[in-house]
């Protein structure tokens, strides 16, 4: 079985001070590892993924998120939040199938 | 470039009513999925299809959901005799092809609302 946790319901930030979404994962093999965003009344839109070779991935609008096995983590950052990235963010994981788990979602605020 | 668009974006029905959801999949996208999204269960995957088939159904709640896809393209999700639990948001989603590594891309999802 696969499944993703995401430890925090909501995170809080100022606009300008760096962004960390928090997302560990459990799977017994290789996972492939999706980060997600999704704005009100929207479907969810794609940032980055992690498939293999480079632990830093980069993305869309400035996100990136670092692979680490060791402690099965899977965290996606933001140098530098904006008042534009408040949303729901999800983590999914997949093996070598193409279902997708997803975490419960971490809702971000940024603020002016 | 135009990407995964589904049809209604709301729907509002009477409990025991039969709804159909449909998906238009990004042109060329040979998989195709269905998830559901509700306030209690989070994302939950429903079936995949690959092609016009559909190996992997598991997902699907009750016998009251089925699901197909012709020409490769379009995919309608059909519940039968709806019931309030059924109330979410069903979103579709389509891949280039279908293995795990494919970037799955989402369409706004269409909202139920079960009287």
């Known amino acids: 079985a696969q499944s993703v946790a995401q430890p925090e319901d909501q995170v809080n930030v100022a606009e300008g001070n760096p962004l960390t979404v928090k997302c560990t994962y459990s799977?017994?093999?290789?996972?492939?590892l999706f980060w997600y965003v999704q704005y009100p009344n929207r479907g969810l839109q794609f940032l980055l993924k992690?498939?293999?070779?480079?632990?830093l991935v980069k993305g869309s609008y400035g996100f990136e998120a670092e692979f680490n096995k060791s402690q099965t983590s899977f965290h996606l950052k933001k140098p530098s939040a904006l008042v534009s990235d408040s949303a729901l963010y999800f983590c999914?994981?997949?093996?070598?199938?193409?279902?997708?788990?997803f975490g419960a979602g971490t809702t971000v605020t940024v603020r002016a | 470039g135009a990407g995964v668009s589904q049809s209604p974006s709301n729907k509002v029905t009477e409990k025991g009513k039969d709804v159909e959801l449909r998906c238009d999949p990004i042109?060329?996208?040979?998989?195709l999925y269905w998830y559901r999204q509700s306030l209690g269960q989070g994302l939950e995957f429903l079936i995949y299809?690959?092609?016009?088939?559909?190996?992997?159904k598991s997902g699907l709640p009750s016998d009251r959901f089925s699901a197909e896809r012709t020409g490769g393209s379009v995919s309608t999700l059909t519940i039968q005799r709806t019931q309030q639990e059924d109330s979410a948001v069903y979103l579709c989603?389509?891949?280039?092809?279908?293995?795990?590594?494919?970037?799955?891309?989402f369409g706004p999802g269409t909202r139920l609302l079960v009287l």
């Open positions: 989603a389509s891949s280039l092809g279908g293995g795990g590594q494919e970037t799955q891309y």
């Open positions: 799977v017994s093999g290789n996972p492939y």
């Open positions: 992690y498939i293999t070779g480079d632990n």
């Open positions: 999914a994981v997949s093996l070598n199938d193409y279902k997708l788990s």
């Open positions: 042109s060329g996208h040979t998989a």
């Open positions: 299809f690959q092609g016009n088939s559909a190996p992997d």
